[in-house]
């Protein structure tokens, strides 16, 4: 029987969107979807207000470092992707909303997987053997599974497939003019999502670009602003909330405890295994390959139209690998351009035997660590306990509770937060920390009052009271409570009910949490 030309695609986009389910049990729990950290429930706090009221560029956001708000850097192209999904669920269920968040990663990384399957078909890439081990690296690849989990409703949800979309898509114009219009799109849109991460790879296109492809510049930077010029026109420069933040002193305490911008640890590298086994093959395969392409120019290719993707994927790949030394946020787009300039590097080997091996190598530690990490993950029951607490919340009024943990409070509850988890917020996160380290009542009760607070959510106390010290005092803060002050601090007396001012009711108490309405 002769196969149907669309079983293969389909059946490689069902591998990307059912592989990122690996975190299911880590983001539902009693048939409810949560989401896998507090910039998520941030992102849908603003499709919410979006389905509300119908605002879809939202360039502030008052329900963060209440009452002062912030300026926010988050763009409006996700929130419309995941508003969509969501009144096509909302008719079926009552928490449509959340299972459209809880659902945009894997189906944003599906149709970025159909598009790859389709474009590297493309004669122009001739990718020959290696085409196989690079679409696995993008469906298969830990880093990248994280950016496109399920429960995943983030700005990384987009980008990262509109950038593996985007290296593609040079290559492709680099051999054909066909792609120029489509290259250039899509850096807009990845442009739109964000200018941290997607601006500092358009930069090395653009350079790249401009040594090799001077032909193709005018048409392509038109194609890039024809998306991102209205956008910005639309959304708005918001530079200045970052520059009054970046004068705080107390800022760099506070980054130092984001995970994504801290240094990975040695053993995340294990998972690059070809870049370093290979690394004397590499540089003799790139030579042989280019001494014989030089003897041998295909028809009508000029030497530097050939060059162009062996030097675009190495830079890029190594100003990835650089940049994921210094925060491991830029790990997540470093996997797919690694494997592209590994492997184009290697496909000059002609023997199916040595093939095999470096394809079994490169996917083999991918497999094992995928199923490795299965078991290691726990359902979200302390999401769950958030979730019951914001229950409790009724009448309005601010939340003061911990940063980490106050974008859920503030989804789940609708109410605006002291401390949320953007460097904007950072002056809600210091007087949320003040809170927490004070021993006097009198001190808590101005925080309190001049923040609007009321609602005080106290989380387990060991870990909150070490966090605030650490975010006042820096990373090497002294986290111990001194045992003759045990009860004298505020953190300490709510937790245990000792002898607590009869302006903090107690609401609602569980194995984490313990929620106070304050009347001042």
């Known amino acids: 029987m002769r196969r149907q030309p669309w079983v293969p695609p389909a059946v490689f986009v069902l591998l990307v969107i059912a592989v990122r389910f690996k975190y299911v049990r880590q983001m539902v729990l009693d048939g409810l979807p949560y989401f896998a950290d507090a910039d998520c429930y941030t992102r849908m706090m603003r499709v919410k207000c979006l389905l509300q009221d119908g605002q879809v560029f939202r360039s502030f956001h008052p329900w963060e470092n209440a009452p002062l708000g912030i300026t926010t850097h988050a763009t409006a ?24 968040g809880w659902l945009i990663s894997p189906l944003l990384a599906g149709l970025a997987g159909w598009l790859l399957w389709k474009w590297t078909l493309e004669a122009a890439l001739d990718l020959g053997w290696t085409r196989w081990p690079l679409l696995l690296t993008f469906a298969l690849h830990p880093l990248v599974l994280w950016s496109n989990s399920v429960g995943r409703p983030d700005h990384q949800s987009l980008f990262v497939p509109l950038l593996t979309l985007a290296l593609v898509l040079d290559l492709l114009r680099a051999r054909d003019a066909r792609w120029v219009w489509p290259s250039g799109l899509c850096w807009g849109l990845a442009l739109w999502v964000s200018l941290y991460e997607p601006l500092a790879l358009f930069l090395i296109s653009l350079i790249l670009s401009a040594v090799y492809l001077r032909g193709q510049m005018l048409r392509w930077l038109a194609g890039v602003l024809l998306v991102a010029g209205p956008a910005w026109l639309l959304e708005g420069w918001r530079w200045g909330g970052l520059r009054d933040t970046w004068k705080d002193p107390l800022l760099a305490n506070w980054l130092a405890m984001v995970g994504e911008l801290k240094s990975p640890p040695p053993w995340y590298w294990l998972s690059f295994p070809l870049a370093g086994v290979a690394l004397v093959f590499l540089g003799y395969s790139a030579f042989t390959a280019f001494r014989a392409r030089r003897a041998r120019p295909a028809k009508n290719e000029t030497g530097s139209r050939w060059l162009f993707p062996v030097v675009y994927s190495w830079v890029l790949s190594l100003v990835l690998v650089g940049l994921s030394l210094w925060q491991q946020r830029w790990m997540t787009l470093l996997p797919f351009p690694l494997a ?26 991918l497999v094992v660590w995928n199923l490795y990490e299965i078991p290691q993950l726990a359902p979200p029951k302390g ?4 979730r019951a607490m914001a229950k409790e919340i009724h009448g309005g009024g601010t939340i003061l509770a911990p940063w980490w943990l106050s974008p859920a409070l503030l989804y789940y509850s609708g109410q605006p937060i002291v401390a949320s ?10 007087d949320s920390a003040r809170f927490f380290t004070t021993a006097d009542f009198v001190q808590a009760g101005e925080i309190l009052q001049r923040r609007g607070v009321r609602w005080v959510a106290v989380y387990r106390p060991v870990r909150s009271f070490a966090n605030s010290r650490e975010i006042l005092f820096g990373p090497g803060a002294d986290p111990s409570i001194v045992q003759k002050d045990f009860y004298r601090y505020v953190l300490l007396r709510l937790w245990d009910f000792k002898m607590v001012p009869t302006r903090y009711q107690i609401v609602f108490a569980s194995e984490d949490w313990k929620l106070y309405r304050y009347d001042p």
């Open 77 to 100: 192209l996700t929130d419309l992707l995941i508003a969509l999904p969501a009144l096509l669920f909302s008719p079926f269920s009552a928490n449509g909303l959340d299972w459209a």
């Open 340 to 365: 592209w300039a590994v492997f184009q590097t290697l496909r000059p080997l002609r023997s199916p035997s040595w093939r095999t091996c470096w394809i079994v190598l490169h996917l083999l530690p």
């Open 383 to 386: 999401l769950a306990q958030v």
């Open 421 to 430: 988890s953007s460097h904007q917020s950072l002056s809600g996160i210091v």
